[in-house]
């Protein structure tokens, strides 16, 4: 989240709340403006100010300069309203205020007829006919808070703190009423996690990793500050499991997420279970194995990127890889299923989508040489 004031660049998201308010009080007073370089829109950045709500607290608000002259935040970028009326529709609100709320409800006695809200994209995946499983309203939060700050970019040199931006996002959500971070564990050999109070778990771990014990299945879960950590065994029922989104994307290292709620009888019970497959280095989720090589490689040159998760376009509009510090925004479409109609139909559409809008398209189907691709490096 990098804005420009006055000339000088702060990365927000790098901020405590104490810090950032602060900041936000100061820019208010002084009346100053905002520049979000989320992305350039009509050769311009979106500007934003900050306004004192009635609760006193200080929140960034768009200029109505940008809607008048066309200007748009990223299509990944919280600040843009299609972006919020996206997740809205899908059950996940973002507030003025920038605070996730969402209601998580148990899977066991959801209406059989409800259609889910919106299926996954048809990935790229490294074997044919292999694609992701449907967005769940689990998957929907955890990809949210993923982007929250930002972890979906990667910027050489710049510190991962995987964990500290999950806790952070974490702080500005609320699900079920609950603010979440006070039912909150993330992996580590700091603190252990507690069965009568942890109702969100975030952990590392191998999709292919887990044994069946009785009518559980038992699944290690490793730090997310060091992945090769292990920190415990987290045991769920065997149809919970059985339900579990597991995708068939061939990338075996992810995040395990775990919701739990309370039962008729006020105890914690697993409630649903999600594997959301992610590269084991920057920790960035990958919907292939061939999504993987190529952040690898583009992890390996220097490459700055975003791999969103969600924007506001859409699932069939979702680019693979955004590319933003070339000579001109770069979008990358990792294209391994070109023998489905289904999927070259969607692909055309994008293709024809992002030139429209003025960027640069390239198109990789896994088998050219990744250094034959032009791409700037080092930057």
Excluded at 139 to 168: A, C, G, M, P, V
Excluded at 232 to 247: D, G, S
């Amino acid at each position: 989240m990098n804005w420009r004031v006055n000339g000088k660049l702060y990365d927000i998201s790098r901020y405590s709340n104490e810090v950032r308010t602060k900041l936000f009080s100061r820019w208010r007073e002084e009346g100053t403006i905002i520049e979000c370089l989320c992305q350039k829109s009509n050769n311009q950045y979106p500007q934003m100010h900050i306004r004192k709500t009635s609760g006193n607290l200080y929140i960034p608000v768009n200029n109505r300069t940008n809607s008048k002259e066309n200007i748009q935040h990223a299509p990944d970028c919280s600040y843009n309203t299609n972006y919020r009326q996206f997740l809205g529709a899908r059950g996940i609100k973002v507030t003025d205020e920038g605070i996730i709320e969402c209601v998580l409800k148990d899977k066991k006695h959801e209406n059989k007829n409800t259609q889910n809200p919106a299926s996954s994209k048809l990935t790229s995946n490294s074997f044919a006919g292999t694609s992701s499983s449907p967005l769940t309203a689990l998957r929907f939060l955890f990809l949210t808070i993923i982007q929250k700050y930002e972890i979906h970019s990667y910027k050489k040199d710049q510190e991962r703190n995987i964990d500290k931006r999950l806790y952070k996002a974490c702080c500005e959500a609320i699900v079920n009423k609950v603010p979440l971070n006070s039912v909150l564990y993330l992996t580590n050999n700091r603190f252990k996690y507690s069965f009568s109070k942890h109702q969100f778990i975030v952990g590392w771990g191998r999709k292919d990793q887990f044994k069946k014990i009785g009518k559980f299945v038992s699944i290690p879960l490793f730090a997310l500050t060091n992945p090769s950590e292990f920190v415990y065994e987290h045991k769920v029922p065997e149809w919970i499991f059985e339900k579990a989104t597991l995708t068939s994307a061939a990338v075996s290292t992810g995040y395990w997420v775990i919701w739990r709620d309370k039962d008729n009888k006020g105890v914690l019970r697993e409630k649903e279970i999600i594997f959301v497959p992610a590269e084991g280095n920057t920790m960035i989720p990958v919907d292939s194995s061939l999504e993987e090589k190529m952040l690898k490689y583009l992890v390996s040159n220097g490459i700055s990127f975003k791999k969103p998760q969600i924007m506001s376009v859409g699932d069939d509009l979702l680019p693979d890889f955004v590319l933003s510090n070339q000579d001109t925004t770069t979008i990358i479409e990792v294209a391994g299923l070109l023998e489905k109609q289904e999927y070259l139909t969607k692909l055309m559409k994008k293709k024809e989508y992002y030139i429209d809008m003025g960027f640069k398209y390239i198109e990789w189907d896994g088998k050219a040489a990744l250094d034959s691709l032009p791409i700037s490096k080092g930057n």
